[in-house]
DNA sequence: TCAGTATTTTGAACATGTTCAAATACAAGC
DNA sequence: GCTTGTATTTGAACATGTTCAAAATACTGA
């Protein structure tokens, strides 16, 4: 694993072989196979590792945090943080959006990760004092989810210096994000609200199209 | 190429071999490298194609749509018409995100057809009587470019019998996009304006960072 | 100490995308 | 019809992720 880790940090996920990773750890290329399933695998388990090392350092520093902003930048701040010696290892992750693919983000492999992942929005939410119509405040962990993974996905491949881009992009996003959340208990925005609700109920839940409302076919 | 779809969609793409390939067309296989580059190519070669043809198709169709709501339809919906026989071969195209990769929708590679495609939205806008804040205003076609690419992105992997999720997904974000753009000249949304306008300056321009304003490193 | 079993290690073999030197087909000029 | 240069075709060879049967090693209980 840590062989592995090296080259691929010196060499890049896509250019390392699996006999550069052997030969690096000292055995024969079979032995790789004996502990890791593939070389998916190998980012896998670094995945893995990667999400228990931030739930206790991230336990520890959202105690003192109350507010959904503050916490929010600490989540992902954390992620930035840890991420960042391995941030080309990472797009090896990211890179595939098929949920059929056992690297991406969204399948059923990575699905324990994704769950513990989770948990630090539902935690966020949890007593911020963010009060949601009721049709949406169920999904917005799982909304505060998906944006952070939109973020690391912009910062993995944002090539500008020291990841200036990805800086601007956390910061007005969120700013954004939480001036929506302000903002959506105003009359105006009932409409809206109705709508996302519909649209994430279509889009979350299993059972939603059975009694979702007809549209032109 | 018509062995290859062929084989794509009898056998889907990743279990499709080059060889299998080149036997269904009667040569060698050597020879499918002769006219594709590679296996890559072959999908782009589709992707191509598919985007001249949706052209011709879509210029006489939006000749009598004067509505951006209209126009937005009239294009979102010829892409899922016109690639519905070939949904599973799409994953092919749009499972890459990585801008590196030849076959990321934002590639160098793809850059020809992708410029072609955001044609489209800049005349959809045009002449729409779309009005938004000038910060605003020149990312419009881009951000609906991206919002058809996140769309077709859901269809492909949409599991729902039809699709049916996406149909609700493509209604429901269509009608709060236009609402939010009927929205955005409200004195009450200007922070959120001015958040959105330097956002887009980061994200799309190439020297906004040399101007953006301050932030905590 | 040792036979027997379980675990680990090995390297050859396989599948598949890709390359390439050689063979073949073809067209133009005479 | 022959020559010559270009375009096309071929199939073997290569790189790399992966598998697997056999060998080596470690471990266990008597």
């Known amino acids: 694993m840590d062989a592995a880790l090296g080259v691929f940090r010196e060499h890049g996920f896509e250019r390392t072989t699996m006999r550069q990773i052997a030969v690096e750890a000292g055995v024969a290329t079979g032995a790789a196979y004996y502990y890791f399933d593939s ?6 388990a670094f995945y893995g590792r990667a999400q228990e090392e931030m739930r206790t350092d991230l336990e ?3 105690v003192c945090c109350k507010t959904l902003e ?3 930048r600490t989540i992902i701040a ?3 943080e840890y991420f960042a010696p391995n941030r080309g290892l990472l797009g090896a992750l990211s890179a595939h959006i098929d949920p059929e693919h056992p690297l991406s983000p969204f399948s059923e492999e990575t699905k ?3 769950d513990a992942d989770l948990k630090f929005f539902e935690a966020a939410v949890k007593d911020s004092g963010v009060k949601l119509p009721r049709e949406i405040q169920p ?3 799982r909304l505060l989810w998906m944006y952070q993974m939109g973020l690391i996905l912009f ?3 944002d090539r500008s210096p020291g990841q200036r881009r990805t800086e601007v992009l956390f910061d007005h996003t969120l700013k954004m994000l939480l001036l929506t959340l302000r903002l959506a208990g105003i009359p105006l925005l009932r409409p809206m609200n109705r709508l996302a609700g519909e649209l994430l109920r279509a889009a979350f839940e299993d059972d939603a ?9």
């Open 39 to 44: 070389k998916d695998a190998l980012v896998m």
């Open 112 to 114: 324990p990760i994704r």
């Open 70 to 72: 503050a916490r929010l």
């Open 209 to 217: 199209l059975d009694h979702a409302p007809g549209l032109p076919r």
């Open 60 to 62: 520890a520093k959202l």
């Open 155 to 157: 910062w993995v491949y």
């Open 139 to 141: 999904y917005l962990p």
């Open 78 to 80: 954390e992620k930035f």
